[in-house]
C-alpha cells in the first residue's frame, strides 16, 4: 500500500510517488530566530519529524532540509530596540530552537542552512529573473511581477483581483502594488550585502527559493510548513522558483496552528507558551505526545487540562512497558508494526488511528499480565515498542533514558504510596473491609490504579 499525502495545492489526498525511487527529499520551512520558540514553533519540527521517521520505516531514504531564517524584518526590529546585534538575537534563537527540538526527540535535519549564508544563490535567482521578464530593480529594491506569471496563486487558489500583498517600509517603485519584494535597498543602520543593484538585504520568500534549490535541486517532493505560509510565503515561493525555471516542490503539506482561546499562538499576541518553560514543569516525552499525536492537519488547543490528559494517557502505555520489562526483562522491538497501524500512517499520517492501535495493544497486553500469560505480554510490548518507535515515544528507548522531569519526586509519591498500601493491607488481614475499600477509593480519586496480587498490592496512574 502506498503512501497518501494530503496536497495543499491540489486540495485532496494524492499518492506519494517519488521522484527518485526509493528516496525522499523534504525540504520545511523553519524557524525565524527573532525570539525563542513557543510550543507552536516546536510542533511543525515535531509533525515532520515523525513524517520523515514514517518514510525512512518505509524504506526510503530521506533527505530532510530545515531552513534558519535569521534576517528578517522582526529580527532587525528586535536589534533596534534591544540595542544587541541582529547576529547575536539571531544566533541565540537558533540554539534556543535546537535544544526544543532535541529537547522534543526530533532527529537532526539532513542539513540547516541559514539564508545569510546563501546570498550568492539569491543574487544567482534574481539575475535569471530579472533577465527573463520577471523581476525589475527600482530605488535599490528588485521585485518580482506577479502578472508575469500566469500559475500566480495556484497554491492558495485566491483571486489576483482581490490581492492584497503585505508589504513592508520602503517598498517603494513598485509597478504594481501586488508585486513581490525579492530583495530590499539599504536603510540606515541595517545590515546589507552588496549587489548589482545595490546594497541590500534578501526579502523572505527569496531566501527559502535560493536554499531549497542548492540543497535539493531544481525539484524534489516535499515542502512543508505551518498552514500560516500558504500565502504569501510558499505561493511567492513557486512563482520565483518556477519563473526561475524550477520544477521546484511535488507535494505541498501544511501543519495546523496551536490555538490558546481560539487564537493561533503568536509573540505577537503576547499569549505564547515557551518551550523553555514547559520542559520545566512537563516531562518532554510527555509533551512530544501532547504535541505529536494528534493530527498533524488538525488545530491543537492549548491547555494544562489537555496536557493532564496526555500524561495519563502516556503513562498508561509507560507502565504497561515498565511491568512487563520488570516482570520478563528487557523487550526487543518487533521488526515490524501491525499491520492495522501502519495501514493508517499511510493514510496521510493518520496518528490518532495509529495510536489507537498502541492503546488498544497496551489494553491487551495488561490483560495477559493479569491473566499471568508471559508470551503474549511480552509479544504485546514488543508490537508497542515498534509503534511508538516510529513515532518517537518509546519510554524504553535510550533517548529517553536521562533523569525525567519529576523522578526524585516519583521515588517519594512511590514511598508514601506503598505506606498507605500497607495499611490498606493490614486492614484487609484483621477484615476491616470497609477502612480497606475506603482507602482504596481515596486512592483512586487521587489519579491511581490499585492492582491487587498474588505478591502484593500494585499502583499505577489511572
Not at 539569491?122 to 502578472?147: K, P, Q
Request: charged share 25%; proline share 5%.
Amino acid at each position: 500500500m502506498s503512501i497518501r499525502l494530503y496536497d495543499t495545492s491540489a486540495s485532496q489526498v494524492r499518492d506519494f510517488v517519488p521522484l527518485v525511487p526509493g528516496c525522499v527529499s523534504i525540504y520545511l520551512c523553519g524557524a525565524t530566530v527573532q525570539a525563542a520558540p513557543h510550543i507552536g514553533h516546536i510542533r511543525s519540527g515535531l509533525n515532520f519529524d515523525v513524517m520523515r521517521r514514517w518514510f525512512a520505516y518505509r524504506g526510503y531514504d530521506v533527505t530532510f532540509v530545515r531552513n534558519i531564517t535569521d534576517i528578517d524584518d522582526k529580527i532587525i526590529e528586535k536589534s533596534r530596540l534591544s540595542g544587541l546585534p541582529w547576529w547575536q538575537i539571531g544566533y541565540a534563537n537558533e540554539r534556543a530552537f535546537n535544544e526544543g527540538y532535541d529537547a522534543l526527540g526530533c532527529l537532526p535535519p539532513t542539513g540547516e542552512p541559514r539564508a545569510t549564508g546563501h546570498i550568492p544563490e539569491m543574487i544567482e535567482m534574481m539575475r535569471v529573473l530579472i533577465d527573463n521578464g520577471h523581476a525589475y530593480e527600482a530605488d535599490g529594491n528588485v521585485y518580482f511581477s506577479v502578472t508575469s506569471y500566469p500559475d500566480y496563486l495556484s497554491l492558495s487558489h485566491q483571486e489576483l483581483d482581490n490581492l492584497r500583498q503585505p508589504e513592508g517600509e520602503g517598498e517603494t517603485g513598485k509597478r504594481d502594488q501586488r508585486d513581490f519584494a525579492l530583495w530590499k535597498s539599504v536603510k540606515p543602520g541595517e545590515p546589507s550585502w552588496e549587489t548589482p543593484w545595490g546594497r541590500g538585504r534578501p526579502g523572505w520568500h527569496l531566501e527559502c527559493s535560493a536554499m531549497a534549490h542548492k540543497y535539493l535541486g531544481p525539484a524534489f517532493d516535499i515542502h512543508g510548513g505551518g498552514r500560516d505560509l500558504v500565502f504569501p510565503h510558499h505561493e511567492n515561493e513557486i512563482a520565483q522558483s518556477k519563473a526561475f525555471g524550477d520544477d521546484f516542490a511535488t507535494y505541498w503539506l501544511h501543519n495546523a496552528w496551536v490555538t490558546l482561546s481560539g487564537e493561533k499562538m503568536s509573540k505577537s499576541l503576547g499569549n505564547s507558551v515557551l518551550v523553555s518553560e514547559m520542559v520545566q514543569k512537563w516531562r518532554p516525552i510527555v509533551l512530544r505526545y501532547y504535541l505529536g499525536t494528534p493530527h498533524y492537519r488538525s488545530t491543537i488547543e492549548y491547555s494544562d487540562e489537555a496536557l493532564r490528559e496526555a500524561e495519563t494517557a502516556f503513562a498508561r502505555i509507560e507502565s504497561f512497558a515498565q511491568r512487563v520489562t520488570e516482570q520478563h526483562g528487557e523487550v526487543v522491538a518487533a521488526v515490524h508494526v501491525p499491520p492495522a497501524f501502519g495501514e493508517a500512517m499511510d493514510d496521510d499520517f493518520g496518528v490518532p488511528q495509529a495510536l489507537a492501535i498502541v492503546h488498544t495493544a497496551v489494553r491487551q497486553g495488561n490483560a495477559a499480565l493479569a491473566a499471568d500469560d508471559k508470551e503474549n505480554a511480552v509479544a504485546r510490548l514488543a508490537e508497542v515498542r515498534a509503534m511508538l518507535g516510529v513515532l518517537g515515544l518509546d519510554p524504553l528507548d535510550a533517548m529517553w533514558a536521562g533523569p525525567a522531569q519529576g523522578e526524585d519526586l516519583h521515588g517519594v509519591v512511590d514511598a508514601l504510596v506503598k505506606l498507605v498500601l500497607e495499611q490498606r493491607q493490614a486492614a484487609r488481614e484483621r477484615k476491616d473491609y470497609a477502612t480497606s475499600d475506603a482507602i482504596r477509593d481515596r486512592l483512586t480519586q487521587a489519579g491511581l490504579a490499585i492492582e491487587d496480587r498474588a505478591d502484593g498490592s500494585r499502583w499505577t496512574l489511572g
